[in-house]
């Protein structure tokens, strides 16, 4: 199965762009990398997936390397309320599992 | 995109008895639905895989007869920590399959105390 490896926490200034890397050296031709945030004590969030090309949506953008082996998350504008456990997920091969890695926790200081 | 429901949110019992926990998805119908667990400061661990109508697929090392799950209907999938002890105080998350647009969609999550 696919694995991912995150940094375990980072800090980034409020309004600055905050930019959470992702590894995935194994993923599968036919694999989506997933994003999803934590925010203490609640459900993970969805907050953006992509296959191969660079995604954008409301919340933030996703830039996938072209050999698809590592990934980055960019908040662009972040602000306090984005701190947060931050998880980048692979899908595991022929099933519908999340695995879950240990993420990285985002503390966005003001 | 889709909501799911879960219920309660927090709760506490005494060991020894049984607490269950109700995820309902409101705007579709679910026929895989997804239990984790979470302990403090950890990621989440995916306990158990619930098909609707048949029985659930658990991961290894979760105790089905203690964990039970039913997924009677395409809308509700329920856990019941059984005999709870001590150590199966935790958080406990629910999600729903995986829709093409977003993924997969978590329930709020239940905090439960075992004292």
């Known amino acids: 199965d696919a694995k991912t490896t995150q940094p375990p926490s980072m800090d980034c200034a409020e309004g600055r762009a905050a930019n959470l890397p992702c590894n995935h050296s194994?993923?599968?031709?036919?694999?989506?990398v997933y994003w999803y945030r934590q925010i203490h004590s609640q459900g993970p969030q969805y907050i953006i997936h992509?296959?191969?090309n660079n995604e954008t949506n409301e919340m933030a953008s996703l830039i996938i390397t072209e050999d698809r082996k590592s990934s980055t998350l960019i908040l662009p504008h972040a602000t306090l309320r984005d701190t947060a456990v931050y998880y980048c997920?692979?899908?595991?091969?022929?099933?519908?599992?999340?695995?879950f890695g240990t993420g990285t926790r985002l503390k966005v200081l003001a | 995109g889709a909501v799911v429901s879960q219920h309660p949110s927090r709760v506490i019992c005494k060991s020894g008895t049984s607490v269950k926990i109700e995820c309902r998805s409101l705007?579709?119908?679910?026929?895989?639905m997804f239990w984790y667990r979470q302990f403090p400061k950890q990621s989440l661990m995916l306990m158990a895989t619930s098909n609707e109508g048949s029985k659930a697929t658990y991961e290894q090392g979760v105790e089905k007869d203690k964990f039970l799950i039913n997924h009677a209907s395409l809308t509700l999938s329920t856990l019941t920590v059984t005999s709870a002890h001590p150590e199966d105080s935790s958080f406990y998350i629910c999600s729903t399959e995986p829709r093409e647009d977003y993924g997969y969609t978590f329930g709020s999550g239940t905090r439960l105390t075992v004292v």
């Open positions: 705007d579709f119908q679910a026929t895989t």
């Open positions: 194994t993923i599968s031709g036919n694999e989506y």
């Open positions: 997920i692979v899908k595991a091969s022929g099933t519908y599992k999340y695995i």
């Open positions: 992509g296959l191969k």
